[in-house]
């Protein structure tokens, strides 16, 4: 399957992808000694980022976690690539600053954990892989009565004080 | 959301294929990919940067790594850049009782921003010292109670950056035209109707914390706010200097001119930087406007929202939720945002022939340091007990590892962050109340009004 995104950091990278169906926040949400998702009850929790191809719908959390990611890349242990559906800046800047490709824009539903992906600057390539264990998480189905989603994390540096 | 990418000139292609070298390539990805996320036209030229992320304790060793490895890749400020306040004097550290461990590792962050080209003036007030963008400007500023300042009172324009994309805007020269760049996102969003007196540097400070946590992200435009009732600084006599905020010069988007050279004296811009600050720390308020005071308000640029206004008859509340229970005072902290001439005067005059008994901590920038001690403020400060402290914030700084548990200030932002940052009890009140906990080591403020 052949998937077209928008380019954040451009980049070639090949990986067995990692979806998360909820936003990751990296500051205290990933441990940048060992690669895990150490958040509580976080979907992800106890995998390992190292080296895959990290699909997830967006960041959150505080701004000080675009050092997460430079330090996950110092340590050997960040993602081959990141795939998001709607970037924010935590992760975008995390991305440049530690040279991991980034995509979005993409329709991360078509993408299952396990999946061979291939991305090489707005291009990917997707090999499904339906033998790979996948966790027991599903995508929620989207209700057109809720309200819409909150973007508020979109807006640049809140509440973090001289954040580097 | 903008559909169509953001459109780059030749040059900017160049340096985003890497011409310029690799350090303003990653420059350049780092404004380009906010102005994607951010559904940016384009990119604009900015005047001036100011960067924040410079004290270790927050920094660590990774942001060091950083700032090392991309200076090394030839990255260099493009235009006048300064920097925020470090996690410590970086003169007077030892004294101060700073390990040389944070010492050591708080010089080579200092240095490596040096390398980038960024000015080391370590301080959060940049415009006290000379560093004033002009009317309609575009930079790109981090450090929320300059944002606030710029935005508001001088008509600058800037976002709020983070500390690592002030930094690439610096080395870029350019930010992505979006947010608080354009017209329409000056426009107030917010009427606050300010129905109670108020009357010091702490009141605004209250006041800043009720309408920041109530506005959010939003834009606040004051009506009713009337600056001739605060009261001039206690003890201070000097003559009320006019800052230069010429709102007609360089208009480069198409905002009418005003007809009058506006004054915005030295005392009110204190209590403008106080409200601002408050405002960004207990929400994130980038930008507000004061009927018949502030540049946009005065020009017409902007009008009242009609909306219902949010009214304020109370300042009790702020006070009440920035007051912890301490009753001995060990820290009295004042200068947040760092202290400008005219408030050291007012301190040095009230703690002329008296000693304190608290640690006294007047933190400002090392050359508004440099104007008080030829002034002979420093002196007098210094005589009384009290240390003027350069360079660092005790937001910031590592100030519970200092040995300090409880700490009284004046300033509403300082209050707000202290309890999580540092972990001390905290009381806030106006500047007498404080220079009173510092002679006597208690607090005997109300606490409220």
Not at chain 2, 222 to 231: H, K, Q, V
Not at chain 2, 253 to 274: C, I, M
Not at chain 2, 386 to 406: E, H, K, N, Q, Y
Request: hydrophobic fraction near 45%; proline fraction near 8%.
């Amino acid at each position: 399957m052949e998937l077209r995104g928008r380019v954040i950091k451009s980049g070639t990278a090949s990986g067995l992808a990692l979806v998360s169906p909820e936003p990751i926040g990296f500051l205290g949400g990933v441990d940048p000694d060992t690669g895990l998702v150490v958040e509580r009850g976080h979907p992800l929790e106890g995998q390992s980022v190292a080296g895959r191809v990290l699909v997830f719908p967006t960041g959150k959390g505080s701004t000080v976690g675009s050092y997460t990611l430079y330090r996950l890349a110092r340590a050997g242990l960040a993602p081959a690539a990141i795939v998001n559906a709607e970037s924010e800046p935590i992760v975008a800047v995390g991305a440049i600053m530690a040279g991991i490709p980034m995509v979005d824009r993409v329709d991360i539903t078509l993408i299952r954990t396990g999946d061979t992906v291939h991305i090489d600057g707005a291009h990917l390539t997707i090999d499904p892989n339906p033998q790979y264990p996948v966790s027991k998480f599903q995508y929620p189905v989207p209700d057109p009565q809720s309200p819409p989603p909150d973007t508020r994390y979109l807006l640049p540096d809140t509440h973090q004080e001289d954040t580097p | 959301m903008a559909s169509t990418d953001l459109h780059l000139t030749a040059e900017e292609r160049a340096m985003l294929a890497g011409e310029a070298g690799p350090g303003a390539q990653k420059a350049i990805e780092i404004v380009v990919a906010l102005g994607r996320i951010y559904g940016a036209a384009d990119l604009v030229p900015v005047a001036s940067v100011q960067v924040s992320g410079v004290s270790y304790k927050n920094l660590g060793d990774a942001g060091l790594e950083f700032l090392q490895a991309w200076a090394a890749q030839g990255a260099q400020a493009r235009v006048p850049a300064t920097l925020n306040p470090a996690g410590m004097d970086l003169a007077a550290w030892a004294e101060l009782g700073f390990s040389p461990e944070f010492a050591r590792r708080q010089q080579a962050v200092v240095a490596a921003y040096e390398a980038l080209g960024v000015l080391p003036t370590c301080t959060c007030a940049p415009y006290l010292i000379g560093h004033e963008p002009a009317f309609g400007q575009h930079i790109a500023w981090a450090e929320s109670s300059a944002v606030s300042f710029a935005n508001s009172v001088l008509g600058a324009r800037t976002n709020r950056e983070g500390g690592p994309s002030a930094l690439a805007a610096a080395v870029a020269g350019r930010t992505a035209r979006y947010g608080f760049h354009l017209d329409a996102h000056r426009q107030p969003t917010l009427l606050v109707d300010v129905r109670c007196p108020v009357r010091s540097e702490a009141d605004l400070g209250a006041l800043g914390y009720l309408v920041g946590r109530h506005a959010r992200t939003g834009v606040p435009y004051f009506r009713a706010l009337d600056p001739t009732g605060w009261s001039r600084p206690l003890g201070f006599s000097g003559p009320l200097q006019a800052l230069s905020t010429d709102v007609s010069a360089e208009p480069d988007q198409a905002l009418s001119p005003v007809q009058e050279t506006p004054k915005v004296y030295a005392h009110v811009a204190d209590g403008l930087r106080t409200l601002g600050a408050a405002m960004a720390a207990a929400g994130a308020v980038a930008l507000y406007h004061v009927e018949g005071l502030t540049p946009e308000a005065r020009s017409g640029a902007v009008t009242p929202p009609a909306v219902e206004p949010f009214i304020v008859d109370d300042l009790a509340p702020g006070y009440a939720a920035l007051n912890g229970p301490a009753t001995e005072i060990d820290l009295v902290s004042l200068g947040c945002p760092h202290a400008s001439l005219a408030e050291i005067e007012t301190m040095a005059t009230y703690l002329d022939g008296r000693r304190v008994r608290a640690a006294l901590w007047i933190t400002t920038a090392r050359a508004i340091r440099d104007a008080a001690a030829g002034a002979g403020l420093v002196a007098r400060i210094e005589a009384a007990g009290g240390r003027v402290v350069a360079d660092t914030c005790m937001v910031v700084a590592p100030v519970a590892d200092l040995g300090f548990r409880s700490l009284a200030t004046n300033s509403a932002k300082m209050a707000f962050y202290t309890p999580s940052h540092s972990g001390l009890t905290v009381r806030f009140g106006a500047m007498a109340e404080c220079l009173d906990a510092a002679l006597t080591g208690q607090w005997r403020g109300a606490g409220s009004r």
